[in-house]
């Protein structure tokens, strides 16, 4: 879904983002239920749609995150040379009313198993991919597994420096009686060391269409926030 860590970049380090909390039961949902979460996975990457999340950081802030989606046509991804589908995805990140930062990343993917090739900030900088792994076809509350990793580089170009690192992964949650597909990201820096952590969840139906609900979390140095469109 959206690449959450680059609101870090495009905020120059104030925020990064951060997991989505706990999975596990939900009163309102049997925990036998199955829920389509590859159909949700390739919706989301095929999607043309809007959500802002709002919230209070720790540091006492109000916050507004506005995210969008939208498909573009297929493109050959520069560092690799490979053609794959394309998912535009913006962002934008507001303090007190104020923007501090906005941006759209071009994610390139394979339409056919989902696979990331990589990413194109718009900045002269761009991500390329180092593993996938493919979500199960159906999953319940509570499931989690690996989904991507990639390394952050200094310049869209094949043998770029490498500036840090991300490995994704996704978890299947439920709040109030309504399940959410959550992409949970932990970032690294070139040295290895955490930069943060972050996640974007997303309410998902059993088989796998998108809801309205969206949930991110950041931390990052101590600072904290839960954002919420519910």
């Not at 983002?17 to 949700?40: E, K, L, W």
């Amino acid at each position: 879904m959206t690449r959450l860590h680059r609101l870090a970049a495009l905020a120059a380090a104030t925020l990064v983002v951060a997991g989505c909390g706990g999975g596990g039961g939900d009163a309102g949902i049997p925990g036998t239920a199955q829920y389509a979460v590859q159909s949700a996975y390739r919706n989301l990457l095929n999607a043309t749609a809007t959500w802002s999340v709002s919230g209070t950081g720790s540091d006492a802030a109000a916050y507004r995150i506005d995210l969008g989606l939208r498909p573009a046509a297929a493109a050959v991804f520069a560092v690799t040379g490979a053609t794959g589908s394309v998912s535009e995805q913006f962002q934008r990140l507001v303090r007190n009313g104020a923007v501090l930062a906005e941006g759209t990343t071009r994610v390139y993917f394979n339409a056919g198993t989902l696979a990331l090739l990589g990413s194109d900030d718009g900045d002269g900088t761009c991500g390329v991919a180092t593993g996938n792994t493919a979500l199960p076809t159906t999953a319940t509350i509570g499931a989690s597994g690996a989904l991507t990793s990639d390394n952050e580089l200094a310049a869209c170009s094949a043998g770029a420096a490498v500036t840090g690192s991300s490995t994704t992964t996704w978890s299947l949650e439920a709040e109030s009686g309504f399940a959410l597909l959550c992409l949970n990201v932990a970032l690294r820096n070139a040295a290895g060391a955490s930069d943060g952590t972050g996640a974007q969840c997303i309410e998902i139906a059993g088989d796998g269409s998108l809801g309205a609900r969206v949930r991110m979390r950041l931390d990052f140095s101590g600072f904290s926030l839960t954002a919420r469109n519910y």
